[in-house]
């Protein structure tokens, strides 16, 4: 594999995937798998049942555990620049043009079908990976356990509880003996160390100094480590303290940035370099890029930093029966929630005919895997203009 052509499809990925973590596996899905063959789907699920048990932007850090079983921490750390780094420039400009940006109608109107092409994107992703894992009754039973817990239990905490369970439950009823072999772990402390070395650090500099930008960064690298389950979830903990609690951003200003990120590809953790510029506006405009900058690297540090923990250890822990074993509840309760999320979203989007067609028309040219994910998101934006 060289370096370089690993990196320009993480790009690729980057600027095709629109609408939160789930649309944004199903994309990792149809290009790194289907098509460039980096690892396979079981192996791209295991990673995301992974970063779903982690606190974190949950797809930032499957793709970053991607280039790290690629290529060790360097290739994690330059795949999560490339996957960060557009969303995160143009977040970072967005804070300075709000005025321009008053006007959402026109944004409202490019974006009316990116939720329904986003269906399309996750539905196929669930087919596959539901092709793979459902082998038996047990894993289908799993499979609904996740879809319909999920669906009907919103709260971040049930992700990293129902994949448990689907492990617990695998290994109850595997038939294999000596599930808990013994098997010498080297885990890599620093970057736990690291980890709590700036959650300590800058809360204690925040409280000592109250200096804006020092707080901002404290701020963003605790939504980092507090938050499970991707961008939606960060939202009412930022409106709390960023707009109820210290009135950095209006309300207005707040669902403004938030409704432009829908638009963008990439993560959606990439709100916090517009809601940090905004929050350090009285700074001036170099202190505004900066706080804009500072807030962005903040959210992603602290998941980077477990993924660097947790991966070797993963990997050495799957050389323990019982885990190996679990992997396959773990797996069946993984694709029930993608699954969930599709039904979900569609429901969101809206049950039309409209959107049922741009769905249907989006799983047909992804599964034909002749048209890029990027080209099908530019002809989905110019179907909202032409009809808006």
């Known amino acids: 594999m060289q370096t370089a052509h690993f990196l320009k499809d993480v790009l690729i990925c980057s600027l095709g995937a629109y609408g939160g973590p789930e649309a944004h596996f199903a994309v990792f899905l149809d290009h790194l798998v289907s098509k460039k063959h980096y690892l396979s789907e079981e192996e791209l699920v295991e990673l995301l049942a992974l970063t779903a048990i ?23 750390f ?199 510029g905004m929050a350090a506006r009285t700074l001036g405009p170099f202190g505004q890029a900066v706080g804009a900058l500072l807030s962005g690297i903040a959210i992603f540090l602290p998941g980077t930093l477990l993924i660097f923990f947790i991966y070797p250890i993963w990997e050495e822990l799957k050389n323990i029966k019982a885990v190996k074993v679990s992997l396959k509840g773990i797996n069946a309760v993984a694709g029930g929630l993608i699954a969930a999320a599709a039904i979900l979203l569609l429901q969101k989007s809206g049950i039309q005919t409209d959107n049922l067609v741009v769905a249907g028309i989006t799983v047909m040219l992804l599964a034909t895997r002749k048209i890029p994910a990027p080209l099908i998101v530019l002809a989905v934006l110019g179907a909202g203009i032409v009809i808006g």
Not at 54 to 76: E, R
Not at 135 to 151: E, N, P, R, V
């Open 78 to 276: 330059l795949t999560l620049l490339v996957w960060a780094l557009p969303a995160l420039v143009v977040m970072s400009i967005l804070s300075f043009l709000y005025q321009i940006l008053e006007n959402k109608q026109i944004s409202s109107s490019i974006l009316r079908y990116i939720g329904p092409m986003a269906v399309g994107f996750i539905f196929l992703a669930a087919f596959r990976i539901g092709k793979k894992v459902l082998t038996d009754s047990l894993t289908f039973a799993l499979f609904f356990l996740g879809l319909i817990t999920t669906y009907f239990i919103r709260t971040p905490w049930i992700f990293p509880t129902v994949l448990l369970v689907g492990a617990i439950v695998s290994i109850v009823f595997s038939k294999e003996k000596e599930l808990f072999n013994k098997q010498k772990l080297h885990p890599p402390y620093r970057f736990l160390l690291l980890f709590a070395l700036f959650a300590l650090g800058t809360l204690a500099l925040s409280a000592l100094t109250h200096n804006l930008l020092i707080t901002l960064f404290e701020a963003f690298y605790r939504y980092g480590y507090l938050v499970f389950g991707g961008g939606q979830v960060v939202v009412p903990v930022m409106i709390a303290e960023l707009v109820e609690t210290r009135s950095y951003l209006t309300n207005e200003e707040f669902l403004t940035g938030y409704g432009l990120v829908q638009g963008l590809p990439g993560p959606m953790f990439s709100f916090s370099s517009y809601a940090g």
């Open 54 to 76: 982690l606190p974190g932007p949950t797809s930032t850090q499957t793709i970053t555990a991607v280039g790290y079983k690629l290529g060790g921490p360097f290739l994690a």
